[in-house]
């Protein structure tokens, strides 16, 4: 992957709704993300993070102006289901997927996180650390997150979800401390 690629994180729009869906329908996203929403069930989750109804805020990601992903951040604390205990009194937590299989295991997903804490969660969020949670199968997901710098928590079982969740932390000292270290 080239290293000059520009990634840009887009705010999503109700004009996104319908490629979302696809996304979500599409058996690789599916696997780990519940999928197979209709148009209207993801208008209903969708609809109120993009006007600011629910507390969460989601992107589209796109490197080098082509979508490809989804991310979204919040604070923990607004959902109470993800109440994992004091380590989490303070954090973010994060989410996403590449929505292209040919855009997958290619280096991409470690780059957007890195890019995604630097530019939104420690620069936008007043929080201590940054949480995600993987299922606790996806070894190629876990395997990502290790390389954006996250480390292991605790497996949990959150309502709704697949399968437990393999939760991960950074803090954003970590963050600022990796991230001197690579640019030495």
Known sequence: MADDLQIRFRPLTLDDLELMHRWLNNDFVARWWPG???LEQ???KYAPRITGAAPTRCFIVEPDATPVAFIQCYYIRDWP???IGEEAANAAGIDLFIAERERAHRG???RIIREFLRRVVFAEFDVD???IGPAQ???A???AYEKAGFTY???VSIPGELEPEYLMRIGRDEFDTRRAAQSR
């Open 108 to 110: 991409l997903g470690p």
């Open 153 to 155: 928590m605790k497996t």
């Open 129 to 131: 650390s940054c949480i």
């Open 81 to 83: 289901d993800y109440a």
């Open 42 to 44: 993801v208008r209903e």
């Open 137 to 139: 199968n996806n070894r």
């Open 141 to 143: 997901a876990i395997r």
């Open 36 to 38: 197979w929403p209709s």
